[in-house]
T-cell receptor, first 112, second 113 residues
């Protein structure tokens, strides 16, 4: 079935460092791709999305590009802040379905 | 909009007791999802409603779990009887359609002793 694989954490960075979280997917057709973020003690919030190949989603300084050729949707941020400390989930919805499939989540800690 | 509202935020109960979790989706959304999050299994979809009708309950772990959506603004997830292995964070999410962005509530952290 359709699935998402994301890099395992935890990831610990210093403030202003560059962040990359790798995400690859397995799916037929053209799924919609998402990054969700979960801050401590809270629910998941949509960070960004892309619905077709070569789309770039962006929000709060984060970016991810839908790469059909490499079946990837890597998340990047050029300069992280302490407030970016959270768990990040890559997810997809298949083109012919409604089920949101999540990766295992990557815990990111940013130190001052 | 207030977003998806779940109650209670925390629930501590004893094994064998009935537990009811509540969810109010975003007004106008016609799709509602219940998820369970644990360290071991991550996020699991339990059940999906569309227009108040259960479409897919294949993720409901066993007969002890049941979910209802009596109207467009309210849903419940009930566990009876509860067991310690049900301890998890339960999330409700809603979307304007089955394949659109899902908006999550803050979750209910359930501890079954």
């Amino acid at each position: 079935g359709d699935s998402v694989t994301q890099m395992e954490g935890p990831v610990t960075l210093s403030e202003e460092a560059f962040l990359t979280i790798n995400c690859t997917y397995t799916a037929t057709g053209y799924p919609s791709l998402f990054w969700y973020v979960q801050y401590p003690g809270e629910g998941l919030q949509l960070l960004l999305k892309a619905t077709k190949a070569d789309d770039k989603g962006s929000n709060k300084g984060f970016e991810a590009t839908y790469r059909k050729e490499t079946t990837s949707f890597h998340l990047e941020k050029g300069s992280v802040q302490v407030s970016d400390s959270a768990v990040y989930f890559c997810a997809l919805i298949p083109s012919n379905d409604y089920k949101l499939s999540f990766g295992a989540g990557t815990t990111v800690t940013v130190r001052a | 909009d207030a977003g998806v509202i779940q109650s209670p935020r925390h629930e501590v109960t004893e094994m064998g007791q009935e537990v009811t979790l509540r969810c109010k989706p975003i007004s106008g959304h016609n799709s509602l999802f219940w998820y369970r999050q644990t360290m071991m299994r991550g996020l699991e979809l339990l059940i999906y409603f569309n227009n108040n009708v259960p479409i897919d309950d294949s993720g409901m772990p066993e007969d002890r779990f049941s979910a209802k959506m009596p109207n467009a603004s309210f849903s419940t997830l009930k566990i009876q009887p509860s067991e310690p292995r049900d301890s998890a964070v339960y999330f409700c999410a809603s979307s304007s359609s089955g394949r659109d962005i899902q908006y999550f509530g803050a979750g209910t952290r359930l501890s079954v002793l």
